[in-house]
């Protein structure tokens, strides 16, 4: 492990529609939606989704801009995979893979993929064995 001062402060994805993104990202994801000019950022305790779409660009800009659907994004789940499983088909998410087993940064997990609206792969992991 490094001892320099570093840490994951955001990430950063494109949405194609400000009000479908809020509601997904309120309703299924659990994030607080924090509104900034001309859009919102999410927010789960001090972790934060900033978004980039209509009327809300950042400079500089990624090389290759990133496009509404192209992001993919893993969400660690407190409990177990079947209560998000029972979570997501509650919401209407319908599940594209898993429960998988899946390596991430708290080590080995079980994982469940879905989409948000705009098409970006979302995961949920837990690491309740």
């Known amino acids: 492990m490094s001892d320099l001062p570093v840490a994951l402060d955001h990430c950063v994805i494109h949405v194609a529609d400000w009000e479908v993104a ?3 990202y309120t309703r299924v994801m659990g994030a607080e939606a924090v509104p900034v000019q001309d859009g919102y950022v999410f ?4 972790q934060q989704l900033n978004c980039h779409g209509p009327n809300k660009f950042a ?3 990624a090389r290759i801009p990133v496009e509404p659907g192209n992001s993919d994004l893993c ?12 979570h997501l088909k509650a919401q ?3 599940i ?4 998988v087993e899946r390596f991430g940064g708290q080590g080995p997990g079980t994982s469940i993929y879905f989409r948000d609206p705009d098409g970006s792969l979302m995961e949920f992991i837990s690491y309740d064995s």
């Open 75 to 86: 969400f660690a789940w407190q409990g177990p995979i079947s209560d998000a499983v029972a």
């Open 59 to 61: 400079e500089p800009k």
């Open 96 to 99: 594209e893979l898993g429960p």
């Open 22 to 24: 809020k509601d997904f």
């Open 92 to 94: 209407d998410i319908d």
């Open 43 to 46: 927010r789960w305790g001090d």
